[in-house]
């Protein structure tokens, strides 16, 4: 049924003043990175003469080469690892009948209640007993074991949508249970998997707090970790702090607009099957 004029009048503009809302703060950031450096931009406002050259300052100052190479290390060991098992937990508790799955799904619905900064202590003195701290490895094994909980409840999720009819059929030609999921199930899977790759990749690439606690190496840390140098030694120079902050946004936003249809697909079939 068509809607009414003003319904979708109404919609859409709500629709614009949502894109507004939402883009407004990237202009503003981006109008105050070419501006001059050591002034004091407000607002939105566009120089007749950009300085370009304060993406390249922000860059060598920041030390974002080396800041980089260690938030790919990390996204390229992390987001497979947790994408894999999630995928191989969600299988197994939506479709294989394993005993106490339904304790095993309620203890992964706990770990997503804990709040994370309870969590940041206990890890501090494990890295340590473990002989990690100031090591990759400090970052990459809490940050897969953070992921897993939501993950394996997002998959779950998504294989528990899956038609019945196409493991039944599976079976009638002899499929076991890991050649349906590798040749039925995670070829469907594809929006889910991504969508988890997108939300899996933002957490591992703007992690923080767990960074600065587990590893002294400003060089070995995230991104995010950039935005520090800013703050402690150029905290007046709004201009650079900008300029730092689109160069380190810059890799999300590019994956996000790659992988949006993806997303979208799997945020559209949890709601209309949820």
């Avoid at 003003?6 to 703060?25: C, D, E, Q, T, Y």
């Avoid at 947790?82 to 939506?94: E, H, N, Q, R, T």
């Avoid at 897969?144 to 998959?155: D, E, K, P, R």
């Avoid at 689109?246 to 949006?260: C, D, H, K, N, S």
């Amino acid at each position: 049924m068509k809607k009414p004029l003003s319904v979708r009048a109404a919609g859409n503009i709500v629709l614009v003043v949502m894109i507004l809302f939402s883009i407004l703060p990237f202009f503003s950031m981006f109008s105050a990175a070419i501006q001059p450096q050591g002034s004091m931009p407000e607002g939105i406002q566009f120089t007749a003469h950009p300085h370009w050259e304060n993406f390249v300052d922000a860059w060598n100052m920041a030390n974002i080469l080396p800041l980089l190479k260690s938030s790919t290390i990390l996204v390229l060991v992390v987001v497979p690892t947790v994408v894999f098992c999630s995928a191989l937990g969600g299988y197994a508790l939506a479709q294989l009948r394993i005993p106490g799955r339904g304790i095993i799904y309620a203890i992964f619905l706990i770990g997503l209640t804990i709040p994370f900064e309870t969590l940041v202590t206990p890890l501090y003195y494990e890295m340590d007993g473990l002989g990690l701290l100031n090591t990759r490895w400090a970052l990459i094994l809490p940050l897969i074991g953070l992921n897993l909980s939501f993950g394996i409840v997002w998959m779950r999720s998504h294989f528990e949508q899956m038609p019945r009819d196409l493991m039944e059929a599976a079976s009638i030609d002899g499929a076991g249970d890991f050649r349906t999921f590798i040749h039925i199930q995670l070829p469907l899977s594809l929006p889910a998997l991504s969508s988890l790759a997108i939300l899996t990749f933002l957490s591992t690439w703007n992690q923080f707090l767990l960074a600065v606690v587990l590893i002294n190496d400003p060089l070995k840390r995230t991104m995010a970790g950039a935005l520090q140098s800013f703050v402690g030694t150029y905290q007046t120079d709004v201009v650079l702090l900008n300029a730092g902050a689109l160069l380190i946004m810059a890799p999300t936003m590019i994956l996000f607009i790659v992988l949006q249809r993806y997303f979208i697909r799997a945020m559209l079939a949890g709601s209309v099957k949820g």
